[in-house]
């Protein structure tokens, strides 16, 4: 018996084993590229450049330094309405195909569906980003233990179609806390080694919770799995500053450092040149020493 093949000895949950190698969580804090995939109510003529810009965005987030790559197909977006699986591989799939053809980057699929994550999976994903935290479709986390593959927990209340209508919290904190624990249990007992836990900032939150989220992750960070952040020009930063959705920048970046500076590991951006930059300076001012003659 040794440490190699006995299944109870938990391997790092810091060292992601992915099919293309170890992503390592531990040597600097990573950074998680958005691509959307968005619909199109023309041809498929129309689906096929939305397609190909999809692609260009993803080469170029890659030059600029992407660790991981977020490829999604279902808006998530408040009040935005539920799609059904077959459009949603539709979009997705082509786009992980032609990633595959020329980087060997991570990518993780945004999805709640587990027949739209095994083909994602099958195309050369791979990790799971799933919002629901594998409350959705019951057969997710059985795949994801399946595959091996690292799965996203994201905590959201309700639906995305009505979780921003009224949400209220005793304390955010502990109720994130007790859903993680719930979800990490679940997980486990489907076989899933391999965790990342995600707050779901302006999923289900007033100002006030995404506030004391972020001030509070170390809280989080205390289950021993890595964190992932997306504060990425979110609307707490808008009513906080009064900027537009595209005037967000600054805020994206301020709230990624502080979430890093509080434990998170991954930052999941839309802005890849300017996250990998900031985070590049933070991790400087962390390890002088590596600075030193
Ligand atoms: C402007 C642009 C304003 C985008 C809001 C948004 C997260 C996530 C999303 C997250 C994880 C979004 C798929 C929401 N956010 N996955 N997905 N964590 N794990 N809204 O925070 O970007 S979509």
New binding site residues.
């Given amino acids: 018996m040794n440490t190699v093949d006995n299944p109870l000895v938990l391997s790092d949950p810091f060292q992601l084993k992915l099919r293309s190698g170890v992503l390592d969580l531990r040597a600097r804090p990573l950074v998680m590229g958005?691509v959307n995939v968005t619909p199109d109510s023309f041809s498929d003529g129309g689906r096929y450049f939305r397609r190909a810009d999809a692609v260009e965005h993803v080469r170029e987030m890659v030059a600029q330094g992407a660790d991981i790559i977020?490829v999604?197909g279902e808006s998530?977006?408040p009040g935005s309405e539920p799609v059904d699986a077959g459009e949603e591989m539709k979009r997705v799939l082509p786009v992980i195909e032609a990633i595959r053809k020329f980087s060997k980057v991570p990518v993780s699929i945004?999805t709640c569906k587990a027949e739209v994550a095994r083909r994602a999976l099958d195309t050369g994903a791979d990790i799971i980003?799933d919002?629901s935290g594998l409350r959705f479709d019951p057969e997710m986390a059985k795949l994801a233990g399946e595959r091996g593959v690292p799965v996203?927990i994201?905590h959201m209340k309700g639906m995305p179609k009505t979780m921003q209508r009224n949400p209220y919290y005793d304390d955010v904190v502990t109720e994130v806390v007790e859903f993680f624990k719930d979800r990490i249990d679940h997980a486990r007992a489907h076989g899933v080694g391999s965790i990342i836990l995600?707050p779901?900032?302006?999923f289900g939150k007033r100002l006030q919770d995404n506030l004391r989220l972020l001030h509070s992750l170390s809280v989080f960070a205390d289950l021993g799995w890595p964190l992932?952040?997306?504060t990425?020009?979110?609307?707490f930063i808008g009513m906080i500053t009064g900027a537009e959705?595209g005037e967000r920048l600054g805020g994206t970046l301020a709230s990624s450092l502080v979430a890093v500076m509080n434990g998170a590991r991954i930052v999941?951006v839309?802005d890849v040149r300017e996250a990998v930059q900031a985070l590049r300076v933070l991790d400087a001012i962390h390890h002088p020493e590596q600075w030193e003659a």
Wanted: glycine fraction near 16%; hydrophobic fraction near 35%; aromatic fraction near 0%.
């Fill in positions: 958005v977020d999604g998530t977006r945004d980003n919002v996203v994201m995600d779901g900032i302006g992932l952040i997306g990425s020009r979110k609307s959705a999941r839309h």
